[in-house]
């Protein structure tokens, strides 16, 4: 017999979530059989089986979450789990009386270290939990699990956050934002997090607060890419083949700035390294919003494909993205993310840096603008977007010429499909 504990399916993973199960209690196993989908914090996977055998039980059902490592299902693989030996009696005869409670037995064998608070927090509480009880200064004691064997997770400390932030608060005491009666006076209701946004909560909070952020923002003069963008459009549907988008072209671009500035591709590590790491790859992640939360999956070696190339590749993660069918591998290894909300019309925007790159670039829409050439004022498309940059690694004048740079690409199409 042996446990089927929930497994690491990603490098920044800390519980599961279980979105369906293949097989119930009494259904046989076969080796690389499905046996569960799993939803992680970057996408949905599916777990194989790595033993043949028996289910003998579901131990976490459909819609609950685990942490690594928690047993989820339990498998007859055919061989006995050893008995322990039974206690022996006074005279070293075997005992042969009814079953000790778990109390007697502890009480009679060896003595057992006493678990510490830390080691019971531990136990019973996500790593999350754990991390805001910590920053808190929370008794975990207090509160009671509902995740999987009573295990606190982070709806758990609601209450308990609550009256920390009113017993640290400053000046007059003021309502909290939320509770039982402001509750039924909004109409509100409980929507859970997925796991995936739970993750983007918690990494994009820790990217806000812990990475020194600044933002350069520039425009571009498009007008000559939106008209080589049509001509080279109405070639491509002569020939059968996809449409290219300006956001295409924009992540060529970006890949070729990146090379022409490869500081910029580069992370930093932590504050006991003397070194950064300097990317020689080209990854640019898409930032797209699916029904499932925000999920980024990237474009590697974006500056050896063409516009074309990355076009194709590009709807094609992002079809795979919004039905939950993006691969880990697929969302791995990104050195630069682009965050384009131009086709919901909004001019400009600020974007959170995506750990652990260094930077990330918020485009903006493409829209005519008056503009003097020469004596005259005429309506020409421009674009705005805006890096973020972490400032341990990058400084302002890089960031500036990064943007000099891709401007000056997006201003001279040609060079973007030469």
Not at 36 to 47: G, H, L, R
Not at 258 to 273: F, T, W
Not at 313 to 342: C, H, P, W, Y
Request: glycine share 8%; charged share 20%.
């Amino acid at each position: 017999m042996i446990d089927i504990t929930m497994p690491r399916l990603s490098d920044t993973m800390e519980e599961g979530t279980i979105v369906a199960w293949h097989k119930k209690a009494g259904d046989p196993v076969v080796v690389g059989e499905i046996l569960v989908d799993i939803e992680t914090d970057k996408a949905m996977m599916e777990y194989e089986a790595y033993e043949a055998g028996t289910i003998v039980e579901i131990l976490v059902a459909e819609g609950g979450v685990a942490t690594i490592g928690t047993p989820i299902a339990r498998l007859d693989n055919g061989q006995a789990t050893p008995a322990p030996a039974a206690p022996a009696t006074s005279q070293g005869s075997p005992a042969t009386s009814a079953p000790l409670e778990r109390s007697e037995v502890v009480t009679m064998a060896s003595p057992l270290p006493v678990e510490t608070e830390e080691d019971a927090q531990h136990r019973i509480a996500s790593p999350l939990v754990r991390k805001l009880a910590r920053e808190h200064h929370l008794d975990l004691r207090q509160v009671r699990g509902s995740g999987p064997g009573g295990r606190i997770i982070r709806a758990d400390l609601d209450d308990l956050l609550a009256a920390a932030e009113v017993e640290g608060s400053k000046g007059p005491t003021m309502p909290l934002a939320s509770g039982p009666l402001l509750d039924a006076k909004r109409g509100s209701q409980e929507i859970p997090f997925t796991n995936v946004r739970r993750v983007i909560a918690r990494r994009l909070g820790e990217s806000a607060r812990t990475v020194p952020h600044f933002y350069v923002t520039a425009v571009a003069d498009v007008e000559d890419l939106v008209q080589l963008r049509s001509n080279l459009n109405d070639q491509l549907v002569a020939t059968g083949r996809a449409k290219v988008s300006v956001n295409d072209m924009l992540i060529r671009a970006c890949a070729l700035a990146l090379r022409e500035h490869p500081l910029v591709n580069a992370s930093y590590v932590n504050d006991a390294s003397s070194t950064m790491l300097v990317h020689e790859r080209i990854n640019v992640g898409i930032a797209v919003a699916s029904t499932n939360g925000l999920v980024v999956p990237v474009i590697t070696d974006a500056d050896k494909k063409t516009v074309s190339e990355l076009g194709t590749e590009a709807r094609q993660l992002v079809t795979l993205a919004g039905s939950k069918g993006v691969s880990l591998d697929q969302m791995s290894g990104g050195t630069f993310t682009i965050s384009n909300l131009g086709m919901f019309g909004v001019e400009e925007f600020t974007a959170i840096i995506n750990p652990p790159e260094g930077a990330i670039l918020a485009v903006g829409t493409t829209r005519r603008e008056p503009v003097g050439v020469g004596d005259e004022i005429v309506l020409r498309h421009r674009m705005r977007y805006t890096l973020s940059a972490d400032h341990r690694i990058i400084d302002g004048a890089l960031a500036a010429q990064f943007l000099q740079t891709l401007t000056g690409l997006l201003e001279h199409p040609l060079s973007l499909i030469v």
